[in-house]
Structures are given as structure tokens and as C-alpha cells.
């Protein structure tokens, strides 16, 4: 929402916005308000301890999603966002708006420890995958890399190595991947940290019932 109120700002300013754009602008700043109401009401219903509305998807079309809601902000830190879908179609089961805030949390985490680098390391890359182990979406950043102190907090609530943060957002992470059965853990390595979510493989769907029976008359 800031982002395009800002894109409309700097526009009016420079005298280059037509009405069509601006039209798009408004188009896209209610859609990211309903959006983002919608995105509290399902946090809550996470944290009420409800399953939320859950349904069959593709996790590669999610990050897609994600990844073109999270461009804008990418350029705007000069972030290159780079998503690698898996080859497989890999589906799991689950409510799409708590995954979608999982990814973006995530990317905005990755954003944050590109601050500061050069751009050639200010990279994030999703990557997804269908396992035999679940579904598996991979974050990964060449930012500043974790403390390998940090690591056993770093999904904990309220606790953050950020200066003003209030260390809520991997602790919501968290959150919503285990309300759907999955795992997470966080790998450090050379060039920044890796985090990688595994979601349970959705049920298979259910065998056709027998034919019914005939008698004879």
C-alpha cells in the first residue's frame, strides 16, 4: 500500500501520471487493503488456536503470487527477487492467505539482511520443490548471515536482532507452519542463511466408492 501511494506521489510530483495510471494505482492500493484485512483475520483465527479455511494448492503459483506482491519493495531496496517453481507441481493443503504472510514475512526477513551488502549480494531466491519428505519452499539471502548464537531464539516471540524490531515476524512463521503439520529450520552458510519450510503432502484423495449392488427380481 505505502509503496503505491508513494509510486502516485512521486508521479503527481514529476506531472508524468495519466489518469489510466493513476486509476491502476488506486486499483492496486485497494486491493492490498483488502488484502491486508484479510490477512488480520486469518492471523487471528491462527491464533485462536482455529485451523482456518483450508484447501488444496499449487505452492508454486503462491510464491509466483507472492513474488510479483513483493516486487515493488524489492526494487525499492534494491533487492533482486529470483523465484526457481519446482519442476513437479507441488501441492499441499492448507489455508493460501496464512501461507502467502509466511512467504512474505520470510522475504521481508531476507530483504532486511541484504541491507547494507553490495548490490551483487543483495539477492533472494525462493525456490520450491515436490519431496518425498513434503513440499518444500527454500528462502535463501547472501545478506549479512546469522549469528550462530542467535539461531536457538531466532523464532522465538518478541526477540529480534534488529534495531526497532519487534520480533514477531518469524515467530509467526512459525506459527502458521506448524498449524499446518510442517517443519522449519534455518541453515547458515558463507554467504547468508537459508530457510527452509516442509509442508505435509496432502491426502490422497479418496477411492472411488464400490458400485452399488444389483439384485435380481
Known sequence: I????????????????SNHELRQILRDIRRDDLRASEVIRRL????????????RF????????????????????????????????????GDTVQIQQLIINLC?????????????RRRVRLATADTPAGVQLAVSDAGAGIPAAELPRIF???????????GLGLAIVRSIVEAHGGTIRVARHDDGAEFLVVLPHPPAPDSAPPPARTHAA
Do not use: W
Not at 533482486?80 to 507441488?90: K, S
Open 2 to 17: 505505502l509503496g503505491n501511494a508513494e509510486a502516485a506521489e512521486m508521479l503527481i510530483e514529476t506531472g508524468r501520471m
Open 58 to 93: 499449487d505452492l508454486n503459483d503462491v510464491v509466483g503470487d507472492t513474488a510479483r506482491l513483493l516486487s515493488a519493495e524489492a526494487r525499492r531496496r534494491g533487492v533482486t527477487l529470483e523465484h526457481t517453481p519446482g519442476a513437479q507441481r507441488p501441492d499441499a493443503l
Open 108 to 120: 521481508l526477513n531476507a530483504f532486511d539482511a541484504c541491507d547494507g551488502q553490495p548490490a551483487e
Open 156 to 166: 522465538e516471540s518478541f526477540y529480534s536482532t534488529k534495531r526497532g524490531g519487534m
Open 44 to 55: 487471528r483465527t491462527l491464533l485462536s488456536g482455529h485451523e482456518g479455511e483450508r484447501r
